[in-house]
């Protein structure tokens, strides 16, 4: 059980606060996802948790803070964000130093082998540590915090850089130690990998809790549900669909992205007319964070704001409102967002009587809860990414920060993936790496793929790897689309292709 | 019960004899102390071998060194232990709590005085070897290892060390220089630990210790040409500590504290005359640094989250 208690870090040099009254708390059993960009505060709430960092607020475990639990290691294991690089000195070998640490806490060096063993690092146990990669780095770091047998871990960011295998091991673990009753905290900039992994969602923005969400919910407001299909027949297919009321665009070799059909319906329309499918799979993409009001959070942290003359955040009010409508009556009349705050005028927006009387007032009232970005929102006005004014049919486009971590990190698989049974001839998804299509059933590689209105398909060559992929074909990661110039079918390609099916 | 200062000392152990630059540094130590001593053994003029230069050989002091070998590497071993802890923590949030902190710190001080320990015999018992070895003939090293008479003889058996007698004349004869050789380096390897962890890097904590070591030892060696020699203390200057054989034997094992008195201006009087500086400014000169720099690192201790 780990309480988190209005957590704040404000730099000494000013500027906004890093982290600000972040509240949550864990139950054992389940995993709970921090979500965030870089610069989030991501980082800065495990280091305030583990008080690494002098800051506000409180983090118990159990009932302690970390610094007044008597053997910490045995209740915290803390994957700290530093793990990719070399977890100790350079030229020890890997077994003397988890033997070593193991000494430094206290259990038997027996202990450091076990784990040695079951994170798979048995066989490169003798080599010096200056020769692991960052996914063995991060496996000795598990390690690590696994030696005390601890009942929660705290991970920074686990997956990041990791490659997909490595990535899928390390979630199945985290799944089984919740399931055996351990507390998980992670941190990542993924929400395919928060959607995936946790139970509970709490995304953070610029260092404020924007949400904190049941992984339902979130999957539900921030992933949206798309059908893989691959087949032969896909021009056709996507036709059908397009009749349909369907979204539909390209999704690599031979395959189609669906939204807005369950998978079922979708098995029957192919099993209608006789399209024969190879994978029929449900998959999620992420979408991007809404951007709804921010809270304010408490009165402290509300000074807090007003003294480091942060941007103020757009009409929270509708969103407290909505919120606190929930539990509890409000008292508060709701700040219009029609009256929009000059930008440098936090304080007199703050101070506007009957408006936010919480701010600088900190004993008056209850405090508002972050506000969950769930279906009671009113609907966000659209974030100002620098693409295109997104649809409701775009995924989410991570262009804005293209760094290695996030090419990796989306190059991860997407989600939980099943086969629907109503399929013509459905394959499962573990079966179609191993069953690639005969030349004979597929596509001709270079043609492109039926999207029919080109103003509901991606620009999928601009990024190519903002499409997560759960074929885990390495060709397919490399190169998920070879036609870039695939927006614009011929009309008569699908008639030459309708022709050509059975 | 509380186990946490075992477990930090076992932690210590392994982690220092774990390093291979641990094992090299004393390998250095011992080779370098060898030829040091070496060459101070061939340089002997033939007559008896006094105490102070056996006690130089012995603990292979180079001249106008700051420190001898030994303690110069038990400093870089102990620089070296916190420097580690600092760049490549294992469990960096374990030492958040100051009573964890502490304990590992309290584990770094025996493990390194113990390794200085070793050290320390190490080096005398290389040393005295090569001094058996390298003695040139006509040099009688009688007061210092008895029966060590090298040269040419007619009964070789004669030339061979007794070794009983060594052994039962070492107490008696070099227990108190080897007792203060010891404690100097076991302090040099401390020192080298806490102007480290004001740093929390190796060579700035090495360099650091060189500002306070060297003035220091100037200034030491300006106090001591004060004490006046023999007989009485004069009224109002300093006691005759000049003539305790500790002091005798530290004199020897630091010989930079007379690099004041060889270094001369211009016309032709020593450094150590010209600068008559009064006695509380030498004594605050002396013994300010270190206490400020024990201060600093007691209370930057109390301040850190991290080692």
């Not at chain 1, 059909?261 to 007319?273: C, D, F, I, K, Q």
């Not at chain 1, 709701?334 to 101070?351: E, K, N, Q």
């Not at chain 1, 597929?442 to 209105?453: A, F, H, I, Q, S």
Request: contains cysteine; glycine residues 8%.
């Amino acid at each position: 059980m780990i309480q988190i208690t209005g957590l704040t870090k404000v730099h000494r040099r000013g500027g906004p606060p890093a982290l600000l009254d972040l509240t949550f708390d864990t139950r054992p059993g389940t995993v709970t996802a921090l979500l965030g960009d870089e610069g989030a505060g991501k980082t800065t709430a495990i280091r305030l948790m583990v008080e690494l960092e002098r800051g506000r607020g409180a983090a118990l475990f159990d009932g302690r803070t970390y610094r007044r639990l008597p053997r910490p290691e045995t209740r915290v294991g803390l994957v700290p964000e530093t793990a990719p690089s070399c977890p100790g000195h350079p030229g020890r070998r890997a077994a003397d130093h988890l033997r070593m640490l193991a000494a430094a806490i206290g259990v038997p060096a027996r202990r450091a082998d076990d784990l040695l063993e079951q994170t798979r690092l048995a066989g490169v146990a003798a080599h010096r540590l200056r020769s692991f990669s960052p996914g063995m780095n991060r496996r000795l770091a598990l390690a690590t915090a696994l030696l005390g047998d601890p009942q929660a871990l705290l991970l920074d960011d686990p997956t990041a850089g990791l490659s997909p295998r490595s990535t899928e091991w390390l979630h199945s673990f985290l799944r089984s130690f919740a399931a055996a009753g351990g507390t998980v905290l992670m941190t990542t900039c993924s929400p395919l990998e928060a959607g995936t992994v946790s139970d509970r969602v709490i995304t953070l923005v610029r260092g404020r809790q924007a949400a904190d969400q049941s992984a339902a919910d979130f999957r539900g407001t921030r992933l949206c549900p798309e059908v893989v299909v691959r087949g032969p027949q896909m021009a056709r297919l996507a036709d059908l669909l397009l009749a349909q009321g369907a979204r539909v665009r390209s999704d690599g070799r031979s395959g189609i992205a669906v939204g807005g059909l369950a998978r079922a319906e979708v098995g029957e329309l192919a099993h209608r007319h006789g399209i024969l499918l190879h994978e029929l799979t449900d998959r999620a993409i992420g979408r991007p964070m809404p951007h709804t009001a921010l809270p304010i959070g408490s009165g402290r942290s509300g000074e807090v704001v007003r003294l480091h003359r942060t941007p103020p955040p757009p009409s929270p009010a509708p969103s407290l409102s909505a919120q606190s409508s929930l539990s509890s009556p409000s008292p508060l009349p709701p700040l219009s967002p029609l009256f929009p705050d000059p930008p440098d005028d936090v304080g007199t927006a703050r101070h506007r009587p009957g408006a936010l009387p919480t701010v600088g007032a900190p004993a008056a009232g209850p405090r508002p809860r972050p506000v969950p970005a769930s279906a009671e929102c009113p609907p966000p006005p659209p974030p100002p990414l620098p693409l295109p004014l997104p649809s409701p049919t775009r995924p989410y486009l991570r262009t804005d920060r293209p760094s290695a971590r996030t090419a990796a990190r989306t190059a991860a698989p997407a989600a939980a993936t099943t086969t629907g049974p109503a399929a013509a001839t459905s394959t499962g998804p573990a079966a179609a790496p191993t069953q690639p299509p005969t030349p004979a059933d597929e596509d001709p590689p270079t043609r492109p793929l039926p999207p029919v209105r080109p103003e509901q398909v991606l620009p999928t060559a601009a990024t190519p790897t903002a499409y997560p992929h759960p074929h885990p074909h390495p060709h397919l990661h490399l190169n998920p689309n070879p036609n870039p110039d695939g927006l614009s079918r011929p009309e008569s390609y699908a008639d030459h292709h309708r022709s050509e099916a059975p | 019960m509380n186990a946490q200062p075992f477990h930090a000392l076992s932690y210590e152990v392994r982690r220092l004899r774990g390093l291979r630059s641990t094992w090299l540094i004393a390998a250095a130590v011992l080779v370098a102390g060898a030829a040091a001593a070496a060459v101070a053994v061939r340089q002997q003029l033939p007559g008896p071998l006094s105490a102070e230069a056996g006690l130089r050989t012995v603990a292979a002091v180079v001249p106008l060194s700051p420190l001898p070998v030994a303690a110069l590497g038990a400093c870089l071993l102990g620089a070296l232990s916190y420097a580690h802890e600092v760049g490549h923590p294992g469990l960096p949030a374990s030492r958040v709590a100051l009573s964890r902190r502490a304990a590992l710190l309290l584990a770094k001080l025996l493990v390194i005085g113990g390794a200085a320990l070793l050290l320390t015999a190490a080096t005398v018992l290389v040393n005295a070897a090569v001094v058996w070895l390298a003695l040139p003939a006509g040099v009688d090293a009688g007061a210092l290892l008895p029966g060590a008479t090298p040269g040419p003889t007619a009964h070789p058996e004669a030339a061979a060390p007794a070794w009983g007698a060594v052994l039962e004349a070492a107490p008696t004869v070099a227990g108190r220089p080897l007792g203060i050789f010891a404690a100097v380096v076991v302090l040099a390897g401390w020192a080298g630990l806490v102007a480290t962890s004001l740093v929390r890097q190796a060579r700035a904590g090495l360099v650091l210790l060189g500002t306070v070591v060297v003035p220091g030892e100037l200034f030491a060696g300006l106090l001591l040409r004060r004490s006046p020699v023999g007989g009485t203390a004069s009224p109002g200057g300093l006691p005759a500590v000049r003539d305790l054989p500790v002091v005798h034997d530290l004199q020897t094992l630091l010989p930079l504290h007379s690099g004041l008195a060889r270094l001369r201006v211009r016309d032709g009087r020593a450094v150590a005359d010209v600068l008559q500086l009064p006695l509380p400014l030498l004594f605050a000169l002396l013994l300010v640094p270190p206490a400020l720099g024990l201060a600093a690192a007691v209370a930057l201790q109390l301040r850190r989250r991290e080692l």
